[in-house]
């Protein structure tokens, strides 16, 4: 079956830096589009960066120029890189594989604390 699993969250400072990560197997990679989502305690789930096969990126305000998506498909696994990092970035991060209704992954906590 799909399984997407992130790694590389913790604790860090503000004006730190962190990179996730998260391996995708059991399906066809380079062909679909990934996204990386985030939670924060009591708000909605936020789309934080999108790549495209081709390689195409979005963002929203809140993380550009800060953050950047990148993809290694010979590695099933899409990046995160975080740089700048703020409290409010404070969250669960997720992975999400834009195939059929979409596929996630269990998250991992990024915590920006001085």
């Known amino acids: 079956q799909v399984q997407l699993v992130e790694s590389g969250g913790g604790l860090v400072q503000p004006g730190g830096s962190l990179r996730l990560s998260c391996v995708v197997s059991?399906?066809?990679?380079?062909?679909?589009?990934m996204d990386w989502y985030r939670q924060a305690p009591g708000k909605q789930r936020e789309l934080v960066a999108t790549?495209?096969?081709?390689?195409?990126?979005e963002y929203p305000d809140s993380v550009k120029g800060r953050f950047t998506i990148s993809r290694d498909n010979a590695r099933n696994t899409v990046y995160l890189q975080m740089n700048s990092l703020k409290l409010e970035d404070t969250a669960v991060y997720y992975c999400?594989?834009?195939?059929?209704?979409?596929?996630w992954g269990q998250g991992t906590q990024v915590t920006v604390s001085s």
């Open positions: 059991g399906s066809i990679f380079s062909i679909f589009a």
């Open positions: 999400h594989l834009k195939r059929d209704l979409g596929y």
């Open positions: 790549i495209t096969s081709d390689g195409y990126t």
